[in-house]
């Protein structure tokens, strides 16, 4: 698969992104923030070419950490650094994808402050891969009223012993995580919005 060359994640989590987005409805919106190389958005259109995505990085690794973040071996400052954005592209492009794919790639450090400038299309799967606290806070804290009714959120490395920001930031945004089976991966369905029409709202 000519992904693997353009990403650090495991088989099985691959899997579950191509699994996630074949359920996705036609047209559907990806927002997919810390992505290396590209790996894990070129799996997901060979798998679903209809889905339009939005990406963030800095394509430049990974920012300061934060307290946060804190561990006897905490990711640091500069790793996973996918070589900027011209790289990022030519990745793309090398594999044949890059004129045909509809994504909307924005190099940037990932803040509250940062995100917010963007205009961001309304979400059917956010997908997080971002090591630190303080990018995967920001993603979700921006995109929490983004997300459709039955969107889902998902983060690599929730578990991952190198980055115990990532929990502390899940659970500040959202309430429940579940770990998804055979892979790095925790995910979070945002449930279907309950709507009531006039008569039902007299009848209350």
Not at 76 to 89: D, K
Request: overall charge positive; glycine content about 6%.
């Amino acid at each position: 698969m000519y992904w693997k060359k353009y990403t650090c994640l495991a088989d099985c989590d691959i899997q579950y992104l191509r699994d996630t987005v074949y359920k996705l409805p036609k047209d559907a919106h990806v927002v997919a923030a810390g992505v290396y190389k590209g790996g894990d958005v070129m799996s997901m259109y060979n798998k679903r070419p209809d889905l339009h995505f939005t990406v963030f990085d800095s394509f430049k690794g990974l920012a300061v950490p934060k307290v946060q973040d804190s561990c006897e071996d905490q990711c640091s400052e500069g790793e996973c650094n996918a070589g900027g954005l011209n790289s990022f592209i030519q990745g793309f492009k090398d594999v044949g994808i890059y004129d045909h794919i509809n994504i909307k790639t924005n190099e940037v450090w990932i803040t509250v402050e940062n995100i917010k400038k963007f205009k961001i299309a309304p979400v059917d799967f956010l997908w997080l891969d971002l090591d630190h606290y303080e990018p995967t806070f920001a993603m979700l804290e921006i995109c929490k009223n983004l997300l459709k009714p039955n969107s889902i959120v998902a983060t690599h490395d929730y578990d991952f012993f190198r980055c115990p920001g990532i929990r502390k930031a899940c659970h500040e945004v959202f309430p429940n995580w579940k770990v998804q089976p055979n892979t790095g991966i925790a995910q979070a369905k945002i449930k279907k919005k309950r709507f009531f029409n006039v008569k039902q709202l007299l009848r209350i």
